[in-house]
């Protein structure tokens, strides 16, 4: 089986998810070539390393059709032609592309109906309460993603939504949002031994809640500031630390000011994502507290490493990463009340965020690249009639 493998932009998430394909393709005698359309970023501002590294190694089957640019800039026909030239030339038998809306993706879901001759994955984690749902829209959507052939997806809710789309359940499965679980839990592990460095670098204080989120209305950063104040964990010296940054930021700082919180919540603008194992490592737990999102996959992080979380319901995560009352808290979006009090029991409660940690790490070894790669593959086969093993479609 010959697997064509497209995305916008191959960053430091991307990376492992596809060396797992790989490794598991070659492993089965499969073929599998990557099409990254743009070398720069529109996402992340920070370098990316394990993009740089994974390019620097010059692997093979790869290219990028346009290096010097970046999703924003453009370039619509110019992409259209020479991935059209890469498919005709590589022959797939299954194409794999990052979403379904996306240029490059309409561009193959074009060039499918106009050939039929290979089978055409999306990959995404849209779900269906992510905000407020206009029905002509539903509906054209629904026009073009029943043109697609399968879909990986992050979970059951985004399974669900797929089927509203067009996507049969059986022409789906789980596991897009996946991290290198075993790369956060050995850095996590590094800078638990050497916790005064990392305090001391980012200037962390002692104890600290976690909240990983863009300044933006819909991530609730006020209310996380709100529950925070509302707790009374900071005058048990349990501080909160943000990182992120956006459009809000000067609401989120008045916000600290207004309520003399200074002292106790530390910004971190912008934080490398190698970085990162060390701020969970250090903290007591995450909170992500969204209107909606997608996934949450600063969740997955903290999971692994061994920290546990508090959600909202409307996070992607919730249900299937974060088990209410068994790995964090599941709260209402926009429920400050449960929100503080969720907060201020796993704040005091030490043998309660060690039994929740105990159940994140558990549960979190299950949500790695293997699991992308494999649902990935078993989905290709199914499509297209190759011979294959049983696996998890969970």
């Known amino acids: 089986m010959r697997i064509l493998f497209v995305i916008g932009n191959l960053g430091d998430y991307h990376v492992p998810r596809y060396e797992a394909l790989v490794r598991l393709a070659l492993s089965r005698g499969d073929d599998v070539s990557l099409v990254e359309v743009f070398g720069k970023s529109g996402v992340y501002e920070f370098p990316q390393d394990r993009r740089e590294k994974f390019f620097s190694d010059r692997p093979a089957h790869t290219v990028t059709l346009l290096a010097d640019a970046g999703e924003a800039d453009g370039h619509g026909l110019k992409v259209s032609l020479r991935l059209c030239a890469v498919v005709r030339k590589f022959k797939p038998d299954v194409v794999v592309t990052l979403g379904y809306s996306t240029s490059y993706s309409i561009c193959l879901c ?49 399974r669900a939504y797929a089927r509203s789309l067009g996507i049969p359940m059986e022409r789906s499965r789980v596991g897009f949002d996946v991290i290198d679980v075993e790369y956060f839990a050995r850095l996590s592990r590094a800078a638990n031994a050497n916790v005064d460095e990392v305090r001391a670098r980012h200037q962390l204080p002692q104890r600290y809640i976690l909240c990983v ?43 600290i000011r207004r309520l003399g919180l200074e002292s106790r919540v530390v910004i971190l ?38 920290k546990p979380a508090i959600v909202t319901r409307t996070c992607g995560v919730a249900d299937e990463l974060v088990l209410d009352d068994i790995n964090g808290f599941v709260v209402e979006p926009g429920d400050v009340a449960t929100l503080t009090h969720r907060i201020r029991l796993l704040g005091s409660d030490t043998a309660l965020r060690e039994r929740f940690a105990h159940n994140a790490v558990s549960l979190i070894r299950n949500w790695t690249p293997l699991l992308f790669a494999e649902n990935l593959i078993d989905l290709a086969e199914s499509l297209t009639g190759s011979a294959g093993r049983t696996r998890d479609v969970r």
């Open 110 to 158: 074009l060039l499918k109906m106009a050939s039929e001759r290979f089978s055409l994955i999306y990959m995404s984690d849209s779900k269906a309460d992510d905000g407020k749902r206009n029905a002509v829209k539903e509906w054209l959507k629904r026009q073009l993603v029943s043109r697609f052939d399968g879909a990986l997806v992050a979970g059951e809710k985004h």
């Open 269 to 306: 603008s912008s934080v490398a994502n190698q970085e990162m194992p060390g701020l969970y490592a250090c903290a007591e737990f995450v909170v992500l507290a969204s209107q909606f999102d997608q996934w949450g996959l600063c969740i997955n992080e903290a999971f692994a490493a061994g």
């Open 213 to 255: 989120s863009r300044f933006v209305e819909r991530k609730n950063v006020d209310l996380v500031i709100e529950a925070y104040a509302k707790s009374g964990l900071d005058v048990a010296d349990v501080s909160l630390v943000l990182v992120g940054q956006g459009p809000d930021e000067q609401k989120v700082l008045e916000q």
